[in-house]
């Protein structure tokens, strides 16, 4: 069964750096998120991508963070300058056409701590 | 008012009991539901959607009441294996899921 990969699976960082999170979609699939998810508390929505460019983003998705699609099959999420309260489970997801009752596939995430 | 709640649990239940989890959200022009489970520090995973008419996989039942605004999910049978935090997901006019709190269930021995 084709799956939503990541990686990498966990990144430790200074404060301030940027980091660069991966992640490879299903390869038919046409709408792209990323949620991400603070140590015990819920997941949130950031942003989502169709068409190469952003199609819905939250109030969390500001300045410091871009999203890009650099080939055919890679999907990025970066955070310009890190805080340490980007620290969380940041989800890669997605979906076949962005259907209203379609569902989305999550990957297995990459866990960012930011020191 | 937050835009889906859930009752965080935990519940803690015996094996082969049956158990009940509700959810309500407060958007009432969302358009879709789901039940997604999450293991301990891995990612959401699609246990079902939920339709009008209520719909049943196996041992899992879900129902939708839209006039409440009230979306529920029942086990029955409860196996070790559906320990986990059953996520209550939202989908409102857009692409983006809200996703509830999470109802953290412990099936014991």
């Known amino acids: 069964e084709p799956e939503v990969t990541q990686t990498p699976s966990h990144q430790v960082t200074q404060m301030g750096q940027e980091v660069i999170l991966r992640c490879v979609p299903i390869?038919?699939?046409?709408?792209f998120y990323w949620y991400r998810q603070i140590l015990g508390q819920k997941v949130e929505f950031l942003v989502s991508?169709?068409?190469?460019?952003?199609?819905?983003k939250s109030e969390i998705f500001d300045d410091q963070f871009s999203v890009e699609r650099p080939d055919g099959s890679n999907f990025t999420l970066k955070i310009r300058s890190t805080k340490l309260e980007d620290s969380a489970m940041y989800f890669c997801?997605?979906?076949?056409?962005?259907?209203?009752?379609?569902?989305?596939?999550f990957g297995p995430g990459t866990r960012l701590l930011v020191l | 008012r937050k835009e889906v709640e859930q009752d965080p649990g935990p519940f803690n239940v015996p094996e082969g009991a049956t158990v009940a989890f509700n959810c309500t959200y407060s958007?009432?022009?969302?358009?879709?539901f789901f039940w997604y489970r999450q293991d301990c520090r891995k990612e959401p995973k699609l246990l079902m959607s939920?339709?009008?008419s209520g719909n049943e996989d196996g041992r899992f039942t879900a129902q939708l009441n839209r006039a409440s605004q009230y979306i529920s999910l029942l086990i029955r049978d409860s196996k070790l294996s559906d320990s986990a935090t059953y996520l209550c997901?939202?989908?409102?006019?857009?692409?983006?899921?809200?996703f509830g709190p999470g109802t953290r269930l412990s099936v014991l021995p």
């Open positions: 997801a997605s979906s076949p056409t962005g259907g209203s009752q379609e569902t989305q596939y």
């Open positions: 390869s038919n699939h046409l709408y």
């Open positions: 991508f169709y068409n190469n460019e952003i199609s819905e």
């Open positions: 958007n009432s022009a969302s358009q879709s």
């Open positions: 939920v339709y009008s």
């Open positions: 997901v939202v989908k409102n006019y857009g692409q983006n899921f809200v």
